[in-house]
């Protein structure tokens, strides 16, 4: 059974850093991209950044480049995202998918991920 586990959201001034992060367990190979989504009140659920397990590559939406960055820990089958210059705007609930890809790829889109963490709050204050 896969399972997903968010930590690390908190209450931040703008202008702070947090860093989430994701342990997964049940995942049983490599083939599988991980991403983080976040929704807000009144919002839809919208991707964030996404890592190719076994590759590493990132990819990140246009609203967090070069803010925001997705990382792995093979050895602790963690994913973190760390979030620098937050902004009140980035305030959401934040939460962890894993889809099984045999090449890996990562998808923009909550209907391409399998599996789903329960979240954590994010809140920037200004």
């Known amino acids: 059974q896969v399972q997903l586990v968010e930590s690390g959201g908190d209450l931040v001034q703008a202008g702070g850093s947090l860093r989430l992060s994701c342990a997964a367990s049940?995942?049983?190979?490599?083939?599988?991209?991980m991403g983080w989504f976040r929704q807000a009140p009144g919002k839809e659920r919208e991707f964030v950044a996404g890592?190719?397990?076994?590759?590493?590559?990132?990819y990140y939406a246009d609203s967090v480049k070069g803010r925001f960055t997705i990382s792995r820990d093979n050895a602790k089958n963690t994913v973190y995202l760390q979030m620098n210059n937050l902004k009140p705007e980035d305030t959401a609930v934040y939460y962890c998918?894993?889809?099984?890809?045999?090449?890996?790829?990562?998808?923009?889109?909550?209907?391409?991920?399998?599996?789903w963490g329960q979240g954590t709050q994010v809140t920037v204050s200004s």
């Open positions: 049940g995942l049983t190979s490599s083939s599988y991209a």
């Open positions: 998918a894993a889809r099984n890809s045999l090449s890996g790829l990562v998808r923009t889109t909550t209907r391409h991920y399998d599996y």
């Open positions: 890592i190719n397990w076994s590759a590493g590559n990132t």
